[in-house]
């Protein structure tokens, strides 16, 4: 009986103390998860090219102004010639003057995108953060980018299909019809799509896109050596890992920053995606 009592006590504390480092220290220690993507369709202007991707910041749930003001200085430091953030940005509580506040201060050579996640409601007040912070604005349209050289590359946006997937095809009207319709010379090098839940790919007409930049599913938030990720949300159940390729595309998904639901990360550090895109 003792014995069965020293082994109940052990278990307890075990879970115990994985349930605190989870909610406390692994909800912190934002890492920088650095990617190489290779495509032949980059010319020497858009070689090197750097890209930083934020997503799932949740703000107010595991992260407050100090973890912000941490993420603006580490994406500073790579001195990136893209910046985007794929959804997500806000969470049950949060303060606009703040989110502004930071966001203002994310430097990008080449420009500032971003889209809305199934969080970030009302989405006035989305748009409201984002265009006040410098961002650009990507939900449902598209930009073309030029770094001192005649040829373009295309940055187009989704905005959330958590509540219903059936009109992101009316969402992409617009921008199939511009790469349907252009004549080829005009044509951009290189095609870059920021969706937030990463499932609804497969919606899409992906000889479109080269490179897929996507969040949600928080890399699993909880995971376990061996098995994984635990469980994903809806939207992101068979495209949930950092990486696929799909078709010709490289699909790549931030494992995010802040937490949803419930505010515990395990084996699955806040993160922030460094992609350089060479030839």
Known sequence: MKKFIKIFIFILLLIIILLLYSRFIATKGLVVKEYRVKNSKIT????????????????GSTVGEEELSNIVDKV???KPDIVVFTGDLIDEKYD????????????????????SGNHDI??????????????INLNDTYELIYNNSNDAIIISGIS?????????????????????NIVPEDKPIYSILLIHEPDFIDNLNLDNYDLILSGHSHGGQVRLPIIGKITTPYGSEKYYDEYYKVNNS????????????????????PSINFYRVTK
């Open 44 to 59: 020497d202007a858009y070689h090197g090219l750097k890209i930083v991707h934020l997503s799932d910041l949740h703000f």
């Open 160 to 180: 959330s299909n958590y509540e219903d997937s059936s009109k992101i095809s009316f969402k992409t009207e617009n921008f199939d019809n511009y790469i349907a």
């Open 76 to 78: 500073n430091e790579i």
């Open 96 to 115: 606009k003057s703040i989110i502004i506040k930071y966001l203002s201060l994310v430097e990008a050579k080449l420009g500032k995108y971003a889209i």
């Open 250 to 269: 490289d699909l790549y998904i931030s494992s995010g920053i802040g937490t949803s639901k419930a505010k515990f990360r395990l084996f699955n550090r």
């Open 122 to 135: 009302p989405v006035e007040e989305f748009n409201e953060m984002i265009n006040s912070s410098g961002f």
